[in-house]
């Protein structure tokens, strides 16, 4: 039987044992205690470094980054939405100013969010360069020789064995690599190593988040965004001028614009007739044609809600639906002013009751002669109730279209330079017309009514309803980096996380008596059940092809078995018989030297 037990005594004198053995396990750089006093300009640079390249620093960098990106979420941001940033203002007067001055408006551009960003970068960028040329190194090496004295690691066992040592070595080193291990014989004994891949994933987690980094940076810095209402029959080419709202990413220059234009040829929408979910959307379809190029052909496509047209690289996505009533405007003369031109309307509500303004800018004459402008506030229902029901759609699909108008003449100050919405009147300049009682001229129209303006003013008829699609064309480079990125983390991540990298040394040397006297230890990053199992699983298979043999004393006790007066008749083996001799339990055991992180 063996005698080799775990010990869980500890020497000072025996933390050197395990020498190179417990040494780089890890690819974290050893930290240096700087002497203060000695350090002068050079020194603290250097300390400095080592601080801004440590992964504690990474993290908390990491940590600030994310919080700083909390305030661009919840703060209107001038780059997204700069009539909000100016309703805050107005509302905010005191708190405003504060947020300028913190530069809370432009969060990812400003000054503190881009030297957190920066230092960041570097400083993944300095713990990643070193770790690597390590990490190179110890794949470039060998597994290090077995510590002088094997017991002294946290799991071990051990056995005696009739076997030469040449052999068990022989059988270990065949064995280890059988496991994949890395091994090679040292000596009296085999060293081998596995779980590198643990290693591999904390540097690919690190590149990963450099990669992301680069890519986040890049598709704001290049990226652009606008979006365009286009009424049935109507089309969109891909330049500046032809996008309701565009933003931009500051080195975003108009040559980035891919070469594209689109017509919307018709729009298709279906919805729940009945039950709890009635009125709910159920397909949001636009069919397109296309061409790509001055000179690229037609081409024809159908566009769904998460289902982008992708051309090069930016993505046409469908995002918004409503409808624009078709009106014909004659002046005081019958002049049409207006031809059967469709006047898109804002949604209020999930059934699609719409409103908006109708504008008459050119060419109409008043009874007198005189040129003015018409503008009219429009309230559209794609479904009505009926008489005496609400001024609101009861389902969104055109089962009943109603349009109520009410009427206005003047200027409407289109002329004076300063921009307005297209959906909103202006009414400073802006007269009423009067009815009958002298209230505001209104009245509601179905499909093929005409509404005949007071005194002689002209007509306007309502002869239809065309549907109209919001699209929002995006280019956002650096997406699929960014993807490609979080996916490597992820990966690293759990690479790093769920593999061990650890040691196991096999010594077979020749004892004092001529019997061979094996030693197997194991030693892993940190204390884990992982390593004193695979341990005892090694030593079982090597066990089975170098079995052990009979203790020096067990001669002695079969001999003088026939003098004793008693004797053991249950057939339970004597636990000191040689066939029922093994290698000891393996027990993890914390050993001082070894290197715990």
């Given at each position: ?167 068990v070595r022989e059988a270990a080193l065949a064995l280890l690599r059988k496991r994949r291990f890395r091994a090679h014989v040292v000596g009296d004994a085999v060293a081998a190593e596995k779980g590198y891949l643990r290693e591999v994933g904390n540097l690919v987690f690190h590149v990963a988040l450099i990669v992301m980094l680069i890519a986040f940076a890049w598709g704001q810095l290049f990226k652009y965004e606008g979006n365009k209402l286009i009424v049935e029959g109507g089309g969109f080419a891909n ?359």
């Amino acid at each position: 039987m063996s005698n080799t037990t775990t010990d869980n005594a500890t020497k000072a004198g025996d933390d050197q044992d395990l020498g190179a053995a417990g040494s780089q396990l890890s690819t974290a750089p050893q930290e240096e205690q700087p002497s203060l006093p000695s350090l002068g300009v050079i020194g603290w640079a250097r300390w400095f470094w080592r601080q801004l390249t440590s992964m504690r620093v990474a993290l908390l960098l990491l940590l600030l980054l994310s919080l700083g990106a909390i305030p661009g979420s919840l703060i209107p941001q001038t780059g997204i939405d700069a009539t909000k940033v100016a309703d805050f203002r107005e509302k905010h007067d005191i708190l405003a100013p504060v947020y300028d001055k913190l530069g809370l408006f432009n969060v990812y551009s400003s000054v503190w969010f881009s030297a957190i960003y920066i230092l960041l970068f570097i400083s993944l960028i300095g713990c990643i360069v070193p770790r690597t040329w390590q990490f190179v190194g110890q794949l470039r090496g060998r597994p290090p020789g077995a510590p002088r004295r094997l017991t002294r690691l946290p799991a071990h066992t051990g056995w005696r064995t009739e076997a030469e040592p040449e052999q068990v070595r022989e059988a270990a080193l065949a064995l280890l690599r059988k496991r994949r291990f890395r091994a090679h014989v040292v000596g009296d004994a085999v060293a081998a190593e596995k779980g590198y891949l643990r290693e591999v994933g904390n540097l690919v987690f690190h590149v990963a988040l450099i990669v992301m980094l680069i890519a986040f940076a890049w598709g704001q810095l290049f990226k652009y965004e606008g979006n365009k209402l286009i009424v049935e029959g109507g089309g969109f080419a891909n330049t500046l001028t032809q996008y309701d709202d565009f933003r931009s990413g500051n080195l975003f220059t108009e040559d980035d614009l891919d070469p594209f234009s689109f017509d919307l040829v018709d729009f298709k929408g279906t919805y729940e007739p009945t039950g709890p979910n009635r009125g709910t959307p159920r397909t949001y379809e636009a069919d397109l044609t296309y061409s790509v190029g001055a000179y690229g052909g037609e081409r024809k496509t159908t566009v769904k809600v998460n289902k982008p047209l992708e051309i090069d690289g930016s993505k046409v996505y469908l995002v918004s639906h409503g409808y624009a009533p078709v009106l014909t405007v004659k002046d005081a003369s019958g002049k049409v002013v207006m031809d059967k031109e469709a006047v898109a309307l804002l949604p209020l509500d999930g059934n699609v009751t719409s409103s908006g303004a109708v504008k008459v800018m050119d060419g109409y004459r008043n009874a007198k002669g005189e040129r003015e402008q018409l503008g009219f506030n429009a309230f559209f229902l794609p479904t009505h109730g009926g008489e005496g029901s609400s001024m609101l759609s009861v389902f969104p699909a055109l089962i009943n279209p109603m349009l109520a108008l009410s009427a206005y003449h003047g200027d409407l100050g289109v002329d004076a330079g300063t921009p307005q919405s297209i959906y909103q009147l202006d009414k400073t300049n802006m007269e009423e017309f009067k009815d009958s009682d002298g209230k505001l001229f209104k009245k509601q129209l179905a499909i093929g009514d005409t509404m005949t303006l007071p005194n002689g003013a002209g007509t306007v008829t309502f002869d239809g309803v065309k549907e109209w699609a919001g699209f929002q064309i995006v280019q956002e480079p650096g997406g699929g980096w960014a993807l490609g990125g979080a996916v490597a983390a992820i990966a690293g991540l759990a690479g790093s996380l769920f593999i061990q990298r650890r040691r196991v040394w096999v010594r077979a040397v020749r004892g004092a008596d001529g019997v061979t006297v094996v030693e197997m230890a194991g030693l892993g990053r940190s204390e884990s059940a992982k390593v004193p199992e695979e341990l005892g699983d090694l030593a079982g298979l090597l066990y089975d092809k170098a079995p052990g043999a009979p203790e020096p004393d067990d001669s002695e006790e079969s001999g003088n078995s026939d003098d004793s007066d008693e004797s053991d008749d249950s057939g339970t083996p004597d636990e000191t018989d040689p066939k029922t001799s093994g290698p000891t339990d393996t027990e993890a055991v914390p050993a001082e030297g070894a290197e715990q992180e």
